[in-house]
Nanobody
């Protein structure tokens, strides 16, 4: 009853930019931290960036200075602006959010929700 829907992935040349969006919807009571993770073929899922509901951010060293995470709390949406993309940024990108749902009138303990993933391919 809570969904995260990502958009904005695609094919881009090295040095190019993409902007990912992830909107949370459904029976939401509150949203805490939100973030982006990625998984390349044959590799484990790794953290890319996170942002608290107060706007504090954290980035993987590999994307610092190139990626920017932001959020619009009124829209329950988190964004990832990706600039200066490199071949090694190719992966499926997943949105994550720590959400407390309100189900049948009961406020549930917060837990992590994940989006379905969006493919980002950096290729010349």
């Amino acid at each position: 009853q809570v969904q995260l829907v990502e958009s904005g992935g695609g094919l881009v040349q090295p040095g190019g930019s993409l902007r990912l969006s992830c909107a949370a919807s459904g029976s939401i009571f509150s949203i805490g931290a939100m973030g982006w993770y990625r998984q390349a073929p044959g590799k484990q899922r790794e953290l890319v960036a996170t942002i608290t509901n107060e706007g504090m951010t954290n980035y993987a060293d590999s994307v610092k200075g190139r990626f920017t995470i932001s959020r619009d709390n009124a829209k329950n949406t988190v964004y990832l602006q990706m600039n200066s993309l490199k071949f090694e940024d190719t992966a499926v990108y997943y949105c994550n959010a720590h959400i407390s749902a309100r189900i049948t009138g009961v406020i549930r303990l917060p837990r992590d929700y994940w989006g379905q993933g969006t493919q980002v391919t950096v290729s010349s």
